[in-house]
């Protein structure tokens, strides 16, 4: 959605001249008409489940009507507070104490909206554990799917790559092992290694160097082509 600035600006500063922009900002109609039609639509009643208790939304009379409030326990009705009211069984509760929501019998309403109330249920102890775990284990399961979605688009975009790579790309990678198999030699022969604390003799060294060169010439001269086994079209990614 785009906001309009309506009004010029000044090719030169003025000093004390403070310059205010008015400022137009459609009025989203379609998104407001929408959520007008959502909340004209809703359920009379509805109902969430949860570990803690049940939550239901709805009208005064469809509250009364289920049988899960009496009229006169309703915020706004006479004595009671025009916003929430909490009970503990039929006896009113005047402030919130949260260890209340666990005890049987335990019950809160408050305003939604318009002519809408939220009526908080508890629910056995028994009852909120088995809901508690039924979710830990959707969560966990949850989990597991989005992991092997990302094992998935690793593969795929391990499959483009390997796609995408040329004989040349093949052949750079085989000669820059090389090099730095060259490199350790060298390192060794220098003593700067942390590891060994080995080295080969001086004609020992030229041989091997030799063998590398041969085979850094070879794989110039070579043209790799794709490989056709099923092993290595199978190949996957091994997320840890």
Request: hydrophobic share 35%; with cysteine.
């Amino acid at each position: 959605m785009a906001t309009r600035i309506i009004g010029q600006g000044l090719a030169a500063p003025i000093p004390h001249l403070r310059i205010v922009a008015r400022v137009e900002v459609p009025q989203p109609t379609a998104v407001l008409a929408e959520k007008r039609k959502a909340l004209r639509d809703r359920a009379p009643l509805e109902l969430e489940r949860h570990p803690a208790g049940d939550f239901f939304n709805g009208t005064a009379d469809a509250l009364v009507a289920a049988g899960l409030c009496r009229r006169d326990q309703l915020p706004g009705e006479p004595g009671n507070p025009k916003v929430s009211t909490r009970f503990l069984g039929d006896r009113p509760l005047r402030r919130y104490i949260r260890s209340c929501r666990t005890d049987p019998g335990y019950l809160s309403i408050c305003r939604s909206g318009k002519g809408r109330y939220q009526l908080f249920k508890s629910i056995p102890e028994e009852e909120s554990d088995r809901r508690q775990a039924a979710r830990d284990q959707a969560l966990q399961k949850g989990e597991r799917e989005r992991q092997e979605a990302r094992c998935q688009a690793a593969e795929s975009r391990l499959a483009q790559e390997r796609r995408a790579r040329t004989a040349q790309d093949f052949q750079a990678s085989l000669l820059g092992r090389i090099d730095r198999f060259r490199d350790f030699f060298n390192v060794l022969q220098r003593g700067e290694d942390l590891v060994y604390d080995w080295c080969l003799k001086q004609g020992d060294m030229q041989a091997a160097l030799a063998c590398l060169a041969g085979l850094e010439q070879a794989i110039r001269n070579v043209v790799p082509v794709r490989h056709t086994s099923a092993k290595v079209a199978n190949l996957r990614v091994v997320m840890s």
